[in-house]
């Protein structure tokens, strides 16, 4: 079974994945302190990927105060949702707003055809 994260997560993790990739990017530069052009490049880059992910968090907090707060019928939890289907973050039941894709299984692709 393929397992969705709810998008919130997924964008938090991609977050966090950029503030690790600065820190490693600016390791690295730390093999080439005899030549400090490059060196500067690297802390450069790990940097503009440390500030990257302070952007992606801060548009994290703007999604989640655009997403639409619904009860879980599966765990009766306080979600957020985006678009027209997500998944709930705490038991990951599908969720929709949809009417018509009620009932239906999960599918990111139903976010895709809004009109
Ligand atoms: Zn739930």
Do not use: H
Not at 24 to 38: A, C, K, Q
Not at 72 to 86: A, F, I, S, Y
Not at 100 to 106: I, N, R, T
């Amino acid at each position: 079974m393929i397992r969705y994260s709810s998008k919130i997560n997924k964008i938090r993790s991609f977050a966090l994945g950029l503030v690790f990739l600065g820190f490693i990017i600016m390791y690295i530069g730390m093999f080439f302190r005899t030549s400090p052009i490059v060196m500067a490049i690297f802390i450069l880059l790990g940097l503009l990927s440390i500030i990257g992910s302070s952007v992606v968090y801060f548009w994290i907090g703007m999604l989640s105060s655009a997403a639409v707060r619904v009860v879980c019928p599966g765990c009766q939890k306080v979600t957020k949702m985006l678009g027209k289907v997500d998944i709930c973050m705490y038991c990951r039941e599908p969720l929709t707003t949809d009417l018509q894709l009620a009932g239906k299984e999960f599918d990111e692709k139903y976010n895709k055809n809004e009109k």
